[in-house]
């Protein structure tokens, strides 16, 4: 019983000293792919929630036509919240206030993550078959409607 007894601190003390533990358990990362686009340019910033992974990009500058990506990896399961919303500047333009919040759900299956969004705005909810966001500035005068779709992009 001793020896035993002594082999199991033994086995505890190298697993402290090296960082390991019984449960841990080692994923390939999951990546998600926020595509987003801005009508007339302009800055937009995803705000992750606290604990939640933060993309190695916070803010990116989009031209008008251009598409804009934020990657974020998730490395363990989890539910995490985001909020992307474009951020106006000293243009004279009529800039979207839409804020989008992306739920996303990681989950453990068979030892591999796997990642479902949920993308809303307001009390629209989209899923993960959908990972566009459009922002829509116009110019003074102009209706948003006579731009075209607003929003999430189907």
Not at 58 to 70: H, Q, V
Not at 83 to 90: A, I, K, S
Request: cysteine-free; charged content about 25%.
């Amino acid at each position: 019983m001793k020896r035993l007894l002594t082999i199991y601190m033994i086995v505890l003390l190298i697993a402290g000293v090296t960082g390991l533990t019984a449960s841990a358990y080692h994923y390939e990362p999951v990546k998600a792919q926020i595509e987003v686009q801005v009508k007339l340019g302009g800055r937009v910033t995803i705000i992750p929630d606290s604990g939640s992974p933060v993309p190695a990009k916070t803010e990116r500058e989009i031209r008008d036509g251009e598409t804009g990506r934020f990657d974020i990896d998730f490395t363990s399961p989890g539910v995490y919240g985001y909020t992307v919303r474009n951020l106006p500047d000293d243009r004279d333009l009529i800039f979207d206030k839409t804020v989008y919040r992306i739920e996303a759900y990681v989950d453990d299956e068979e030892g591999e993550l796997v990642l479902t969004l949920v993308i809303s705005k307001g009390e629209e909810k989209y899923g993960s078959d959908t990972n566009h966001l459009l922002f829509v500035n116009t110019m003074p005068g102009t209706e948003p409607s006579a731009m075209g779709v607003h929003g999430i992009s189907l």
